[in-house]
């Protein structure tokens, strides 16, 4: 049973509320601040196969930096979009958001409003943008989209158009986000699924389209186009994806410094090639291609779950966010994660005890941030049930890609168990 944090102030901010309309003022403010946001970078938008295409429909989009919102407005303009915004999303620019018409949530909570949210804004005509992976892409590739988003489909019957962005991994991998690479930006935005289409097909055979046609990886695009990252940090950061030495196995000991990345327990070192691939300066190299090492590290931990050996307790910085306008640093607290319970964040704020559990099968994935500036730079994950996030900062250093990868295994074993306790 949760016990909620004892906050001085009790209000919580309400999502359950419809997104507003956005005026043509506001459509085009959004869209001037985007063109501004983009100045400097170099980028193309490809809308031609959309350009007959009537409102309503939804957009679903890979998600790999912040820019993505704004190559989108850039694409849609002038038509009236409502995105559907995580709740961190508006700390610093509630206003603005609220204003462009957008829809607040908290991601990997069940929140059921947010499906008449969307039903609203189809229902106005409008054009409904959201980011089913529910988080930046760590490796550049696509991440697990929940079923929910077949039966979201099935449910309003509009036709659905694919946006994906190209390249703006490269340039802001989200592990070194604040350090820029000269990568040019292309966006493609592809109609999949026509209205008649979707009336003969089931939420399954939706969902499986929709993950087949959302996959991309960034890395294969670089290699294909020819893109060349010549900035010698550009693998600075990268043992923050890349936690695990595959020539030891040893966990949490890699470091990565210019352009290589190197194990501290074992020695061993990867020269980061300017085509995007890797190469083992010893010769041997296990994985050049960088989402090949990010899938042995899964696949690991898989085995770590089904070996009954995953667990991971560790004292953290815990940083609440129950309303939109700033975090309360909740002060150390103890956040634990395994297959039976999933997460618990547990501490005590202005005396009071609090308890926040999020069992393996309510969260589908694992929201995660690499030095993020609201909780002072550090790496975090959250835990949000409905009416509340906690953020909360490891002691251990570089936990949260390990933790987003069993939060994933995890969810998938649960699926696999409960399809298997229909069945019989
Ligand atoms: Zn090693």
């Known amino acids: 049973m949760d016990i909620e944090v004892n906050y001085r102030n009790k209000k919580r901010y309400n999502t359950a509320k419809y997104p507003r309309r956005p005026t043509r003022f506001w459509i085009w403010m959004e ?8 100045t400097g970078k170099t980028y193309t938008v490809d809308t031609s196969a959309i350009e ?9 989009s890979n998600h790999m930096h912040f820019t993505d919102f704004e190559l989108a407005a850039a694409g849609t303009y002038p038509r009236k979009v409502s995105n559907v915004v995580s709740f961190e999303g508006h700390v610093f620019r509630w206003f603005l958001i609220d204003w462009i018409g957008s829809i607040t949530t908290r991601r990997f909570t069940f929140d059921l409003h947010l499906i008449k949210s969307i039903r609203k804004v189809l229902q106005r005509g409008d054009i409904l943008c959201m980011y089913p992976e529910a988080r930046y892409t760590p490796s550049g590739t696509a991440s697990y989209i929940p079923d929910s988003v077949g039966k979201l489909i099935k449910m309003n019957k509009v036709p659905v158009v694919i946006t994906k962005h190209h390249g703006n991994h490269l340039r802001a991998p989200f592990w070194d986000f604040r350090h820029k690479r000269k990568v040019p930006l292309h966006t493609v935005m592809k109609p999949v699924l026509t209205r008649q289409q979707i009336e003969t097909m089931s939420a399954s055979q939706i969902s499986e389209v929709i993950r087949r046609e959302m996959q991309y990886d960034d890395y294969r695009y670089q290699k294909k186009k020819g893109i060349r990252i010549t900035e010698p940090f550009r693998a ?8 695990q ?7 949490f000991e890699m470091g990565s410094q210019g352009a290589e990345l190197f194990c501290n327990h074992c020695g061993k070192r990867w020269f980061w090639q300017e085509d995007g691939y890797l190469q083992a300066l010893d010769g041997n190299t296990e994985f050049s291609h960088i989402p090949d090492w990010f899938e042995w590290e899964r696949e690991q931990v898989r085995q770590q779950v089904e070996r009954g050996e995953y667990c991971f307790t560790d004292e953290v910085d815990v940083y609440g966010l129950p309303r939109v306008w700033r975090f309360i640093h909740l002060g150390q607290g103890k956040l634990t994660h395994n297959p039976e319970t999933g997460f618990t964040v547990e501490g005590i704020y202005r005396g009071k005890e609090y308890r926040l559990n999020r069992k393996p099968g309510q969260s589908c994935g694992l929201h995660i941030e690499y030095d993020y500036l609201a909780v002072k730079k550090r790496d975090c994950v959250v835990v949000s049930v409905e009416n509340d996030s906690l953020f909360c900062c490891p002691t251990k250093p570089n936990q949260v890609t390990k933790l987003s990868l069993a939060t994933d295994v995890i969810y998938q074993q649960y699926k696999m ?7 019989q």
């Open 31 to 38: 869209y001037i601040l985007s063109r501004i946001a983009l």
């Open 52 to 60: 007959g295409l009537q409102a309503p429909y939804i957009i679903l």
């Open 236 to 243: 600075e950061g990268l043992h923050k994806l890349l936690y």
């Open 245 to 251: 030495c595959p020539h030891c196995g040893t966990e």
């Open 417 to 423: 168990q409960k399809t298997k306790g229909a069945a």
